[in-house]
Structures are given as structure tokens and as C-alpha cells.
């Protein structure tokens, strides 16, 4: 695989007279953006890497170079620990420091849109633990430069919040010692607990059986008017219509042109189907669902002249782009307008109708315009408005990557497609957030 090497440093290798006596002086890159996608699920992580190297014979790499190192490996079916011991390798076997040290941090989508960030490291030569004092040096640089709570050696992870914190927890991963492939971390379970087995690094075993209940002979095919007269939740757990959905998933696999047999894909096709299942159970919600679990519930009657609305902020999003069959995910803020005979809603009964709607094939558009009339339905209210702030994986991975970019839908109706009354919700959108 040098080949590789020598494509992603392009000779960029230097000489520094004023290096060739230097005594372990580290030479860090910071904060190197990635997007990746798990062989285990195939649900993108994301996230910077940092790198540090102690220079020999005083040569130097090209500092731009260690990003395209950092795409070369990423732009694969991995997992977080091969990704940090490749990018380790590849720089130890071709600049030849004294040392070299890797850490990513990683948002898994797997997770959730909340979930902490999971922390790999990976080094080699004098940068071992085991050699002490650069190590530390390291760590120290690390801190210094914001990372925030305790970096975990080698074949550990550590699993961070998103804010100064100390670890969640810490679990030793025995089969990811550098460049040995390590078990991957993103199975089924979800963010804040161990994968039940941590033989194969899936909660789901062999990854055939996964207690579905067989539905209909093999072979049936259902036509789409037929499927939409069928139960569609039914429809969804059929055993056969899950075994083709994981064939198509290998087809998929052998097209980008790996394996699907191999160890680390095998199971594969059994967490991806499940996850894509999970991520669009809003197709078994239809709004009269909804409706029937606010029967009973009191009306307003007595409201004042100008009343306050009814608001609520940061509702979770998460949903499935329908053109790219990428995740995108943000927050969720309503407003509902009191009136005589609104039904007020609880803000688990909010979080239901946002989930409802966000957990299909959606665009961010259409699922803002959708919330909107569900909870003018719903509710009842004189007016209402929504606002969906969403970063989306298609902007990340594709072309443009752009990993900061954030788009912003909002939809009104009633009382809310009066301009003063939307620009006081989203004043007090922007107050939240000070």
C-alpha cells in the first residue's frame, strides 16, 4: 500500500538544517475534518483529526498533506480505531519521525444527533505511552489546544460530551493494539452503552434471525398499489422483504468493490437494513394516530386578548435526505398561537408528531410544511409556526463538503403568516441560545 503514501504526500518531504540536531521537539496538525462511513452500518462519522510527529534527521512533511493522508483512509468503509491506526502507519512508515500520535474524534450517526463524541488514539515509536515523557508532552499539547477531557491510549476509547466533561466511560477495546483491526463500535445499541457482544462487536450475533417474525413464503412479491393495501407496519417487519433488502445491501457493497463476506462486513447488511427500518417507522404514524391520543383532552376557553403564545425550543430532528439516503439532523422549534377551543399539547406529545414526521424519506421542506399542518391540526391553535434547523450529510460527503453549514426552513399558518408575529418567534429563537 505505499503507493498510496507516496499519492497522498506527493514528495512533500523536506529537509531542515536547523532540525538535523533537535532533541523531541513535536511538530502537531490540528483539527483535519473527515467524513467517513462505518463498515459495520453504513452510517456516516464525521469528525477532526489531530496529528503529531517528533521530526528525525530534521525532515518535515508538507503540513497540508497530513488532511490528505486523513482523506485517502477515510473515504472507505471503516471503523474509527482502523481509521486512527492507518493514518499512523501511513505516516510512520513515510515521513519516519522519531514518533507519531493520532487522535480522532468522532460524531457516529449511529448515535444519535446528541450523542458524545468518541475519542481514538493511536501512536507509535518514541510517541508510545510507554516511552513517557512525549507522550504527556502530547496529551498536555492536546489540552492546551481545547480537547477536552482525558485522551485515551491506544486500544481504548474514551466517549466524551460535547462540552468540558470528564469521560462518560472508558472500555478497552483488546483486539485494536496498534494496527491489528479492531472490533467496530457502532452496532445497534445505541450512545452510553457497551455492543452486547463484544465477540464480534455486535449486539445481534450472526445477524440472520434478530427475532423477526416470518410473515409471508419466500418469493412473494407485492406490487405498489398491493402494499399500500397491505399493513404497512406488517408489510415493514416481513421476513422475506427484509432478506431481499440485506441482499441488495451486498450488492451494494460488491459494487463499491469490497468484500461483503469478509469479517468486518458480514454482518453489515443485517445493522443497515435495521437502522434504515428504525430511521423511517414514521411510516407506520399517520396524523389520525396521533389525534386519537388527544381525545379527552381540555380546551382552552378563557383566553386573554393577547395572549402569549405557546413555544417550545430544540425539539430533536432526525431524518433521512430522500435524494441521497443521507442522514441530516438539527432541531425542531414551535409556536402555537392560544385561541378558544386549542388543545394544549405536552412536550412528549410535541416530540412524537416531530418524530412521526422526521423519521421517513423526507426533505427538509416538505417536513417543515408537514409539522406545520400536523400541528395546526392538532392543536387547533389560531396561528402556528415551525422552524427547522438542519445540517445535512449530503453537504458533508459529496462535493462540496461543507461541515459547517447549516440550512434553516420555517413554515407558518394562521396568526403566523403575519410578518411582525414571525419575527418575535424568532427573536425569541435567538434569545435561547444566549
Known amino acids: 500500500m505505499a503507493w498510496i503514501w507516496n499519492r497522498a504526500l506527493g514528495g512533500a518531504l523536506f529537509v531542515e538544517e536547523e532540525l538535523l540536531h533537535a532533541d523531541g521537539e513535536i511538530v502537531m496538525v490540528r483539527d483535519i475534518t473527515f467524513f467517513s462511513t462505518c463498515e459495520s452500518n453504513l452510517l456516516p462519522f464525521y469528525g477532526r483529526c489531530h496529528v503529531a510527529y517528533i521530526p528525525k534527521d530534521g525532515t518535515i512533511a508538507g503540513l497540508s498533506k497530513f488532511a490528505r493522508i486523513v482523506e485517502v483512509f477515510a473515504r472507505r468503509l471503516q471503523r474509527q480505531q482502523k481509521l486512527t491506526d492507518e493514518v499512523a502507519q501511513a505516516i510512520f512508515e513515510e515521513v519516519k ?57 491506544p486500544g481504548f476509547t474514551a466517549v466524551f460530551q460535547k462540552s468540558p466533561s470528564t469521560p462518560m466511560f472508558t472500555y478497552v477495546e483488546p483486539e485494536s493494539l496498534p494496527f491489528k483491526i479492531a472490533k467496530c463500535l457502532c452496532g445497534t445499541t445505541h450512545s452510553g452503552s457497551e455492543n452486547g457482544n ?88 399517520s396524523l389520525e394516530n396521533l389525534a386519537s391520543t388527544l381525545k379527552g383532552h381540555e380546551e382552552l376557553e378563557n383566553v386573554p386578548k393577547h395572549p402569549e403564545p405557546v413555544v417550545y425550543l430544540g425539539v430533536n430532528v432526525m431524518s433521512q435526505c430522500e435524494h441521497h439516503l443521507l442522514p441530516f439532523y438539527g432541531r425542531a422549534h414551535i409556536a402555537l398561537a392560544r385561541s378558544p377551543g386549542m388543545r394544549p399539547l405536552s412536550q412528549v406529545q410535541v416530540e412524537q408528531v416531530v418524530e ?67 419575527t418575535v418567534f424568532l427573536s425569541q429563537i435567538a434569545a435561547s441560545r444566549r
Open 97 to 153: 519521525p522519531h514518533g507519531v500520535a493520532v487522535v480522532i474524534q468522532g460524531h457516529h450517526m449511529v448515535d444519535g444527533s446528541d450523542a458524545p463524541l468518541r475519542t481514538t488514539s493511536a501512536a507509535l515509536g518514541s510517541l508510545l505511552p510507554t516511552n513517557g515523557k512525549y507522550w504527556d508532552e502530547f496529551c498536555a499539547l492536546m489540552q492546551l489546544q481545547g480537547l477536552y477531557g482525558r485522551i485515551p491510549e
Open 198 to 285: 463484544r465477540s464480534n462487536g455486535h449486539a445481534q450475533g450472526n445477524g440472520n434471525c434478530n427475532g423477526r417474525e416470518e410473515m409471508s413464503p419466500a418469493g412473494t412479491s407485492v406490487s405498489g398499489e398491493a402494499l399500500r393495501r397491505h399493513d404497512l407496519g406488517a408489510w415493514r417487519k416481513d421476513q422475506q422483504n427484509i432478506l431481499e433488502m440485506e441482499e441488495a445491501v451486498r450488492v451494494l457493497i460488491k459494487g463499491m468493490g469490497d468484500d461483503p463476506s469478509r469479517e468486518g462486513l458480514r454482518n453489515t447488511p443485517s445493522q443497515y437494513v435495521q437502522n434504515l427500518l428504525k430511521g423511517t417507522e414514521g411510516y407506520e404514524v
Open 356 to 422: 412521526a414526521f422526521s423519521r421517513r424519506l423526507q426533505v427538509q421542506e416538505r417536513l417543515t410544511r408537514e409539522l406545520a399542518v400536523a400541528f395546526s391540526s392538532l392543536s387547533r391553535a389560531a396561528g402556528v409556526m415551525v422552524v427547522v434547523e438542519a445540517y445535512h450529510m449530503c453537504m458533508v460527503a459529496r462535493g462540496v463538503q461543507q461541515k459547517s453549514s447549516m440550512t434553516l426552513t420555517l413554515a407558518t399558518s394562521g396568526s403566523y403568516d403575519e410578518h411582525k408575529n414571525r
